[in-house]
């Protein structure tokens, strides 16, 4: 029996705003517990919510980068239950009229498993709505007793919500990725999942291709995209086997326990609450002009320059590159400069930039060497906005040496590796090193390549001498014999031996 | 000097002829000698009382002094004030301490007044006779065998009593007017947003207005110049110019064009009630003002419509009582849902739960719409009413509650019957209107009668130079109760 599946993810990012949604008190992950707790968030009678004018322009930025509606009339509600950590009994939230109606993220897929090929998907958006954060629960710490933490208490969110579109475990992968990749683009959530900034919520169900619906059930609260896909793995397996089984799906939310790598259901439907939604009557209507809407526009290209979407349009059709490559390229606003000074600076005379050799060689490097450093170098220095060993235009020059014969690749990594190190000295305050470091480490190091023939031709005359054999072997048909000669000319030069002419002298005088 | 009004006190404090420390002594020595039978405070705190005249004496003595510096005002306990326990009638508050001031306390802090104690209301504002206060119900002081009204009931009765200069009070549907005509006094609830709403207990909040209750007009608009202003902690609060309510006083009013709505004047009036008001209105007439009869077509959907949206906001205001963070937790219980179930059914009176369930019933799934949603598009047409009566009068007049103050006890058994003493105020708070209450007579058994006057938007100045010509042509308002 074929089944289809279908999810839906509702996403809760953290606004990255310095104050509460509500109120003046610091949104500062850390901090001690309930130090962060002022009279709104810990709702002492008589207190009122005043919306931080920071939480909405963050949602009119989101809007904007997924071509959504704007609302120019929303409405915070209160949507009502008890809780201890939810001080006010009640969460500010938006319901009938949120702020960001309908939009749409492509998502580029690339299939778990199989040798099946990456393709790209449009995934609606349904529409996204500010709130506040509830408090944390501190349980264990003292015996018997379950401590309350308001810091997180009116934190802003902007929860985002998803049609159904999604029909595998890596599609909703691809999602949540593609919407934090974004989110950070355009700065407004840090992004971080294990302080909870972005947190996902995965409606699954299954169906038979072309029926109705199934009943889905709600996995809660993933942090981490490994989760998430173990986590609907299991529930799609668990869906299908009960439904096989003869048994029903019961609406539900259920939690993914990481350890065991199960899902277990919080509460069924029955025991839903009743939420008495209403308009909070603290709080008027929230009014967007168009005006609004443009300046927060005007700021956010000011601030981020292009959205990922129109850059990975750029980076295919004007540079030529593979939409894989380009995906790779927008980890973050800053890296596509990176890869544009790199083909730049990697051209050689009389080159144009468009669909350049230099442009696939600097996306390459920056791929494969230079993100892979950024990435460790992240680690280490979270505190870094923007972590660059090396910039963009001394790729672009490390490239174009290799290209007019000066260095070889495995010298290029050398001197960028050794840069890298550099910028690390430095916290990364600056750079590793500029054109000029570069030009010296070769000289230093001597790791200019060989490309006099001369000299080149001495070394494979005496190692063609000193090889008979492999000689003889190589004259009567065995090509592969080939790279051992490569290999101890290359070491009998230590390494500097310019490939393409080592080749070309080798094949002549082997030929002989 | 418990006579004076509050430019006579202010003048007699900047002359050196009393200073605050004594006139506050003196209030709190009545206080000390009247409230425990009248039960108008809640709480009155001496030390802290005489420091903020200490305080005021030296403002006073640095030629710093603003028109109420140094008079002893009665703060109703909706308002949190730092230091001050604040209760709001309930014994779920009874022992909260309030760490900081609401708005209108630090607005009279500022403006160098005293904070005299804590009026006595109904608990968390419900209730039209006082008489569901944890702390026990206020007697009336010009019959302690009759309810003072309420919510305010704490504020008006020590303002006839003469136990402050002057005091606050809120108003959800009528807290204000009602009780300042049940106690022959005069009270004034501003158009909502006038007065910050920030750190003042909620009821209903679409509803609340602080306002104050003072002998006389005059009074009244000295202190809304003190309470009046933009807060930007509260989001409902206007954003206004500041203005001088006390600027059209003087006015003649001549060409006063006063709307009386039918609706105001049928069945359901008592006679005394209906007497005074008309006699009230001849007054006017006589001084130059003309009477237009109007109607309120749908005034008469105010108390269902108030009974749907009242406790509709309330249900989900008073979800912060929990018994978590503060106030009162029940002292046994075997675990969150039993803690929080406990503490709610010992820490809330009978009124308020039944208008948390109310509440809780008209915003459930499946009701919202047959109750909320409709009872929103009523308010909204009740409120156009008064748009359409604006349109051929500058006030509108009329009974501020339909009999003056009953008996304790009388109507505490049916909650409708008690319901029925707001049917005239309760459509001003639907549409966000000024309303005020002034002394009009006597009715049966002596008791006062209160003269309702509505305004449209923003024209308190107006209202006041209405009811303060009254008050220069009458002397109701300075008649007090004997025994004090």
């Known amino acids: 029996m074929q089944?289809?599946?279908?999810?839906?993810?509702?996403?809760?990012?953290?606004?990255?705003?310095?104050?509460?949604?509500?109120s003046g008190a610091s949104t500062a992950f850390g901090a001690e517990s309930n130090t962060q707790a002022d009279a709104v968030s810990i709702a002492l009678p008589g207190v009122l919510p005043v919306l931080n004018k920071g939480a909405v322009e963050r949602a009119i930025k989101f809007g904007v980068a997924v071509g959504a509606h704007i609302a120019p009339r929303s409405v915070f509600a209160r949507k009502n239950y008890f809780y201890p950590d939810l001080p006010k009994g009640y969460q500010i939230s938006q319901f009938d009229l949120p702020v960001v109606g309908q939009g749409a993220l492509t998502i580029q897929v690339e299939p778990l498993s199989g040798n099946a090929q990456p393709y790209e998907k449009v995934v609606r958006i349904t529409r996204a709505h500010l709130e506040e954060d509830a408090g944390k629960s501190v349980h264990g710490?003292?015996?018997?007793?379950?401590?309350?933490?308001?810091?997180?208490?009116?934190?802003?969110?902007?929860?985002?919500?998803?049609?159904?579109?999604?029909?595998?475990?890596?599609?909703?992968?691809?999602?949540?990725?593609?919407?934090?990749?974004?989110?950070?683009?355009?700065?407004?959530?840090?992004?971080?999942?294990?302080?909870?900034?972005?947190?996902?919520?995965?409606?699954?169900?299954?169906?038979?291709?072309?029926?109705?619906?199934?009943?889905?059930?709600?996995?809660?609260?993933?942090?981490?995209?490994?989760?998430?896909?173990?986590?609907?793995?299991?529930?799609?397996?668990?869906?299908?086997?009960?439904?096989?089984?003869?048994?029903?799906?019961?609406?539900?939310?259920?939690?993914?326990?990481?350890?065991?790598?199960?899902?277990?259901?919080?509460?069924?439907?029955?025991?839903?609450?009743?939420?008495?939604?209403?308009?909070?009557?603290?709080?008027?209507?929230?009014?967007?002009?168009?005006?609004?809407?443009e300046e927060v526009k005007e700021d956010m290209v000011h601030q981020v320059g292009q959205l990922p979407h129109e850059w990975i349009e750029e980076l295919t059709s004007r540079y030529g590159l593979s939409t894989i490559d380009a995906r790779s390229l927008i980890n973050e606003p800053r890296t596509p400069s990176?890869?544009?000074?790199?083909?730049?600076?990697?051209?050689?005379?009389?080159?144009?930039?468009?669909?350049?050799?230099?442009?696939?060689?600097?996306?390459?490097?920056?791929?494969?060497?230079?993100?892979?450093?950024?990435?460790?170098?992240?680690?280490?220095?979270p505190e870094v906005e923007f972590v660059e060993g090396v910039a963009g235009d001394t790729i672009g020059h490390?490239?174009?040496?290799?290209?007019?014969?000066?260095?070889?690749?495995?010298?290029?990594?050398?001197?960028?590796?050794?840069?890298?190190?550099?910028?690390?000295?430095?916290?990364?305050?600056?750079?590793?090193?500029?054109?000029?470091?570069?030009?010296?480490?070769?000289?230093?190091?001597g790791l200019k390549q060989v490309s006099d023939t001369g000299a080149i031709e001495k070394i494979v005359d005496e190692i063609i001498a000193a090889n008979p054999a492999q000689v003889a072997e190589y004259r009567s048909g065995k090509d592969k014999v080939f790279g051992f000669f490569v290999g101890l000319v290359m070491k009998a030069s230590k390494g500097k031996a310019n490939p393409a002419q080592l080749n070309e002298i080798l094949k002549r005088k082997l030929a002989a | 000097m418990i006579n004076a009004t509050l430019k006579q006190l202010s003048a007699a404090l900047r002359s050196k002829k009393i200073s605050s420390v004594e006139l506050t002594q003196l209030y709190l020595d009545r206080i000390a000698a009247l409230n425990p039978e009248l039960n108008a405070y809640i709480t009155v705190n001496p030390d802290m009382s005489l420091a903020q005249a200490r305080g005021a004496d030296a403002m006073l003595a640095n030629g710093n002094a603003q028109p109420l510096t140094g008079i002893p005002i009665a703060q109703k306990d909706i308002f949190c004030a730092k230091g001050w326990r604040t209760t709001c009638g309930s014994k779920m508050l009874h022992n909260f301490t309030s760490p900081y001031d609401a708005h209108v306390i630090s607005q009279f802090n500022h403006a160098g007044a005293v904070n005299l104690g804590k009026t006595n209301m109904d608990e968390f504002a419900m209730g039209s006779s006082n008489e569901t206060s944890y702390f026990g119900t206020v007697k009336n002081p010009w019959d302690r065998a009759r309810v003072p009204g309420g919510s305010s009931g704490g504020t008006a009765a020590a303002v006839a009593a003469r136990l402050c200069a002057a005091a606050t009070g809120t108003d959800t549907g009528g807290s204000i007017r009602q009780p300042a005509a049940l106690c022959g006094i005069s009270g004034l609830k501003p158009t909502y947003g006038v007065v910050s709403r920030y750190g003042m207990i909620a009821f209903a909040s679409s509803l609340d207005q602080a306002g104050p209750m003072a002998r006389s007009a005059e009074d009244l608009a000295l202190l809304l110049n003190t309470m009046a202003g933009f807060d930007e902690r509260d989001s409902t609060s206007l954003q206004r110019d500041q203005e001088d309510y006390a600027r059209d006083l003087s006015k003649p009013l001549a060409g006063l064009r006063i709307g009386l709505p039918k609706e105001f004047f049928a069945e359901g009036l008592s006679n005394d009630v209906a007497q005074a008001v008309e006699a009230a209105i001849a007054e006017y007439k006589k001084l130059g003002a003309s009477v237009v009869d109007i109607s309120l077509p749908n005034s008469r959907l105010s108390i269902p419509v108030y009974y749907v949206l009242a406790p509709a906001e309330a249900s989900s205001n008073l979800s912060r009582f929990d018994g978590v963070r503060y106030g009162y937790r029940a002292p046994e219980y075997t675990d969150l849902a039993d803690m929080y179930e406990k503490s709610r059914a010992q820490g809330f009176g009978t009124e308020?739960?039944?208008?948390?369930?109310?509440?809780?019933?008209?915003?459930?799934?499946?009701?919202?719409?047959?109750?909320?949603?409709?009872?929103?598009?009523?308010?909204?047409?009740?409120?156009?009413?008064?748009?359409?009566?604006?349109?051929?009068?500058?006030?509108?007049?009329?009974?501020?509650?339909?009999?003056?103050?009953?008996?304790?006890?009388?109507?505490?058994?049916?909650?409708?019957?008690?319901?029925l003493s707001d049917i005239y105020t309760i459509a001003v708070n639907l549409a966000g209107l000024?309303?005020?209450?002034?002394?009009?007579?006597?009715?049966?058994?002596?008791?006062?009668?209160?003269?309702?006057?509505?305004?449209?938007?923003?024209?308190?100045?107006?209202m006041l130079n209405v009811a303060h010509q009254y008050q220069l042509a009458t002397d109701w308002h300075t008649r007090q109760p004997s025994g004090i």
């Open chain 1, 3 to 22: 089944w289809e599946i279908v999810i839906g993810l509702e996403v809760h990012t953290q606004l990255s705003t310095n104050s509460k949604i509500f």
């Open chain 1, 141 to 293: 710490e003292s015996q018997g007793v379950t401590g309350i933490d308001l810091n997180r208490a009116g934190t802003p969110l902007l929860e985002i919500v998803s049609e159904p579109d999604m029909r595998s475990a890596a599609e909703a992968v691809a999602y949540a990725k593609t919407l934090h990749t974004l989110v950070r683009w355009i700065g407004i959530c840090d992004g971080n999942m294990q302080e909870g900034s972005f947190r996902c919520d995965v409606n699954v169900s299954v169906r038979h291709p072309g029926a109705e619906l199934g009943t889905r059930r709600e996995i809660k609260n993933l942090n981490s995209f490994k989760f998430m896909q173990q986590a609907i793995d299991y529930e799609v397996q668990w869906q299908i086997d009960t439904l096989e089984n003869g048994g029903k799906i019961q609406q539900a939310t259920i939690l993914f326990d990481p350890d065991t790598g199960k899902t277990h259901a919080m509460r069924s439907k029955e025991d839903a609450h009743d939420y008495r939604y209403f308009p909070d009557p603290d709080l008027l209507p929230l009014e967007i002009s168009q005006q609004w809407i």
């Open chain 1, 338 to 381: 990176v890869f544009i000074s790199a083909t730049r600076a990697a051209l050689l005379n009389g080159e144009s930039e468009n669909q350049s050799q230099a442009a696939k060689l600097a996306a390459n490097w920056i791929i494969n060497e230079f993100l892979p450093q950024q990435l460790a170098a992240r680690e280490d220095f």
């Open chain 1, 398 to 445: 490390l490239i174009r040496l290799m290209r007019d014969g000066t260095i070889n690749a495995k010298a290029a990594k050398e001197i960028h590796r050794e840069l890298w190190d550099r910028a690390r000295e430095v916290k990364f305050t600056r750079h590793g090193g500029t054109y000029a470091d570069v030009d010296q480490l070769i000289d230093e190091r």
């Open chain 2, 352 to 419: 308020v739960k039944r208008r948390i369930m109310i509440g809780t019933y008209v915003l459930s799934h499946g009701y919202y719409d047959a109750y909320y949603l409709q009872a929103q598009k009523i308010r909204r047409l009740i409120a156009q009413d008064f748009v359409e009566a604006f349109k051929q009068c500058d006030v509108i007049m009329g009974p501020t509650s339909p009999t003056t103050a009953f008996k304790l006890g009388e109507k505490g058994d049916d909650p409708v019957q008690m319901y």
């Open chain 2, 434 to 462: 000024p309303g005020m209450s002034i002394p009009c007579g006597f009715g049966a058994n002596n008791m006062p009668v209160g003269l309702q006057v509505i305004g449209n938007y923003f024209t308190e100045a107006q």
